[in-house]
């Protein structure tokens, strides 16, 4: 009988927040990284007009249009090459003149981040996993980017003295991002209810044994690889995941001499909210698979750290709840605390330590994912009730919610002057993982929209090394400050926006909004 009394309220409060209204650094290398340079012009976040250069469209259709025209562009982007075994596209910058900021040498290190990034969007915005140029992308990361210990030398270049090779998957980001394009590829249902119906009419299956494996493979190395490079510290040093986590192996250029240094603990840490949140995505899309199964344990920390990089106190803010008074907002006893969420807590390097808005809805979409994720097993859900942590995290939503509401802005990433339409599409995860149409009373995906459409920039294109190639409308987004390729990422996150690409992948709210 307590079990069954416990139950109740259980579901009742785990499904409380999703009820509301539903519907529609340190490491420079790192391309969704929410560290930067501090130097730049913050773009204006100025309401466009109606007119955005299609006055006789619909704003759907120059939404769809948008859409369509961005993947043109994606689609002409790549880089082709051949080899023996195999022909390839990638979309990453594998060389140039010097690294982010000073020095010498190559200046993206993680060249398969991008081509994962525009894999995973190409499919999300409809694109068929047997294209030509989807099967070009995937040999280019499978076959040059797999996870290994061994140094090949192959394709050798050159840089004072030392070989760099990037022939595995070195970062944690890149294994995050390549999950996601491969659970992409064969997951091409958009709710999470479409994906049970297919998993239980065993549908949702790898078929392809190499691609099979390398799915367990990844899925096994992303976790072991929380803080890595603290294997000695204390254990809340190992709960999430960092950009520049990675695997490097130099080569001596005269010696041929291979060596694998540790990788040292960074002065602000070796993890932060933003990879969290996409490693903590990437293993939430891969668990929808037969076989997968993350160890709640994984889940628990998540969830740990990202309340650790939360601010402690915030001004009051009355919570907005729609519909139930004539003003639209709450009573006075409905005052939640605006408390954003940093990149690292505590850290004094640039921005790292301050509440940004990508940050803060990152960290409402791991709370979301985690709380959904603990709640599946029956003895979890009643233990995550009784212990109060269950009461914890939802205070910790509606906090970070009052925070987006009070310092609103449709574009601009408060507290940073970088990884705007990042933080747009970081709004767009948090936003849609809740199913929630509003941002107290702003239409969030509208009015983000609008200043996405507004940026665009227009380009025919050739579609190269395909069989419908020739001249196709193309658009692209390049000018939200940020690490190159700025073209391919920032166009990434603007389609992954428009698209509303992580819509239903949690399940639909019920019930009544529940008061406190």
């Known amino acids: 009988m307590r079990t069954a009394l416990c139950l109740t309220p259980f579901l009742v409060l785990l499904l409380a927040l999703v009820a509301l209204p539903f519907a529609t650094a ?112 995937f040999n280019w990361i499978r076959e040059k980017h797999k996870i290994t210990e061994k140094w090949d030398g192959e394709s050798a270049r050159q840089c004072e003295g030392r070989i760099w090779r990037h022939t595995d998957a070195s970062s944690s980001y890149e294994l995050a991002v390549m999950l996601l394009a491969l659970t992409a590829k064969y997951d091409q249902f958009k709710k999470t209810s479409a994906t049970k119906k297919a998993f239980k009419a065993k549908k949702l299956r790898i078929r392809d ?73 990437a293993l939430f899309s891969a668990s929808r698979f037969p076989g997968i199964k993350i160890p709640t344990q994984v889940w628990r920390d998540i ?10 106190e915030g001004p009051d803010h009355q919570r907005h709840v729609p519909g139930y008074i004539p003003d639209r907002y709450g009573k006075k006893e409905w005052i939640d605390q605006a408390r954003g969420f940093m990149y690292i ?31 599946k097993k029956r003895k979890d859900r009643l233990e995550f009730m009784e212990s109060g942590m269950l009461k914890k995290v939802d205070k910790a939503i509606y906090d970070g919610l009052a925070w987006l509401d009070k310092y609103w802005s449709s574009y601009s990433n408060r507290n940073k002057n970088q990884y705007h339409i990042y933080y747009l599409y970081c709004l767009e995860r948090a936003m849609d993982l809740m199913g929630k149409k509003l941002v107290g009373k702003r239409l969030w995906y509208r009015e983000g929209a609008l200043q996405i459409l507004k940026r665009k920039i227009d380009k025919d294109v050739n579609i190269k090394r395909r ?50």
Not at 357 to 375: D, H, K, P, Q, W
Request: overall charge neutral; some cysteine.
């Open 467 to 516: 069989k419908k190639g020739g001249s196709h409308k193309g658009v692209y987004w390049d000018k939200s400050p940020g690490h190159d390729p700025k073209d391919v990422l920032a166009t990434c996150f603007a389609l992954l926006f428009l698209k509303r690409a992580t819509w239903g992948m949690l399940p639909p709210p019920k019930g009544p909004v529940v008061t406190k």
């Open 345 to 375: 807590k505590g850290s004094k390097h640039r921005s790292e330590g301050k509440a940004t808005g990508s940050m803060t809805a990152c960290g409402v979409a791991n709370l979301l994912i985690c709380r959904e994720m603990i709640s």
């Open 209 to 281: 044994k190499d691609d099979r494996e390398w799915l367990f493979e990844m899925v096994q190395e992303l976790i072991e690889r929380r803080g890595q490079g603290q294997e000695n510290a204390p254990r809340e040093a190992k709960l999430g995941w960092r950009y520049n986590n990675k695997l490097i192996t130099w080569g001596n250029s005269r010696t041929g001499i291979v060596r694998r240094p540790p990788q040292p603990a960074l002065p602000t840490g070796n993890q932060d909210l933003s990879c969290t949140q996409l490693c903590c995505m």
């Open 26 to 137: 340190v490491a420079p290398q790192a391309a969704f990284a929410d560290d930067g340079d501090e130097n730049g012009k913050e773009d204006d976040d100025t309401e466009p007009g109606e007119d955005l250069g299609d006055k006789n469209l619909p704003f759907a259709e120059q939404v769809n249009q948008a859409i369509e025209r961005g993947v043109n562009w994606l689609l002409a982007r790549p880089d082709f090459g051949k080899e023996k075994k195999y022909d390839f596209a990638h979309w990453g910058l594998t060389d140039a003149p010097q690294f982010y900021g000073k020095g010498k040498g190559l200046k993206y290190q993680n060249p398969a981040g991008p081509t994962a990034l525009a894999l995973y969007t190409l499919l999300k915005c409809g694109v068929s996993p047997k294209d030509e140029i989807i099967q070009k992308g």
């Open 303 to 312: 969830l740990e750290f990202t309340l650790m990089q939360q601010e402690e």
